[in-house]
């Protein structure tokens, strides 16, 4: 019979190698009871080690808050800069493209702004790459109108889906506040989340911008399910568990070393 100690280690080194843990898995595998393993993950969680959600397990609180955008350029933002560096490969010279809003967005437009184009169209809700890119030679930026939300400098609402009728594109661009296995994507509103929604249908290939942060996490507007995705750009590997889901969902996973 392992001690209690023993116990927590075991949940929480799972914790790290698979990213969740049920509490009827725990439970058969070390050969005690349910409610063993329940008291161990409470106590656990008391002590801010773990997150528990129906009937698992999580290593932290997957549910995110709205920040404002300028709070959020500042959290992992060297992630984010090699996220876009990488992402920037994936435009082609003659390329017709819906860019969403959000810190790694913004990063992605910088590294646009760097770089010679032949002609490049832009579609985008962002107010922010919107400025950023108006004078850049060749790129052409399609600002989309709507309200203004103003944690992130980014238009959405009816007027905003609406204008993307007239759109076809070959890659939409967005970041996102959650990758979760049982959710899918998501952002943290139900405004923002219904708009890129639409800006997928507007375009032939969808590609995620997210650092590791992101996985794991969840906001409160559901964008779609894994097997919506084309491509994940992130900086760092991702557990065993998400990386099968990804592959099986026929998500293209790159890694920026």
Not at 7 to 22: A, E, M, Q, T
Not at 91 to 100: G, K
Not at 136 to 156: F, R, T, Y
């Amino acid at each position: 019979m392992l001690s209690i100690a023993e116990r927590h280690k075991y949940i929480l080194d799972s914790l790290n190698r698979r990213g969740f843990v049920r509490i009827t898995d725990v439970a058969n595998e070390l050969g005690v009871t349910k409610v063993t393993i329940r008291k161990d993950v409470k106590i656990l969680e008391s002590k801010g080690l773990l997150y528990k959600v129906h009937g698992s397990a999580r290593p932290a609180n997957p549910h995110v808050a709205d920040l404002d955008v300028h709070v959020k350029d500042n959290i992992n933002r060297e992630a984010k800069r090699a996220i876009a560096r990488r992402a920037v490969e994936l435009l082609d010279d003659n390329d017709s493209v819906i860019v969403a809003s959000g810190s790694t967005i913004h990063a992605f437009a910088e590294e646009i702004r760097l770089r010679p184009w032949h002609h490049l169209n832009i579609v985008t809700p962002f107010l922010r790459l919107g400025v950023l890119l108006n004078e850049v030679e060749n790129v052409d930026v399609v600002q989309l109108g709507g309200a203004v939300h103003k944690k992130s400098l980014s238009v959405s609402g009816s007027e905003a889906v609406r204008a993307l009728d007239d759109c076809i594109c070959s890659k939409v661009f967005f970041g996102v506040d959650g990758i979760d296995l049982e959710h899918g994507i998501t952002t943290s509103t139900i405004e923002e989340a219904k708009l890129t929604r639409r800006m997928m249908e507007a375009a032939s290939q969808t590609i995620v911008l997210a650092d590791s942060s992101k996985f794991g996490q969840r906001g409160f507007g559901r964008i779609g399910s894994l097997e919506e995705i084309d491509v994940i750009v992130t900086e760092a590997e991702v557990s065993e568990q998400m990386a099968s889901a990804l592959e099986e969902a026929g998500v293209d996973l790159i890694v920026v070393k």
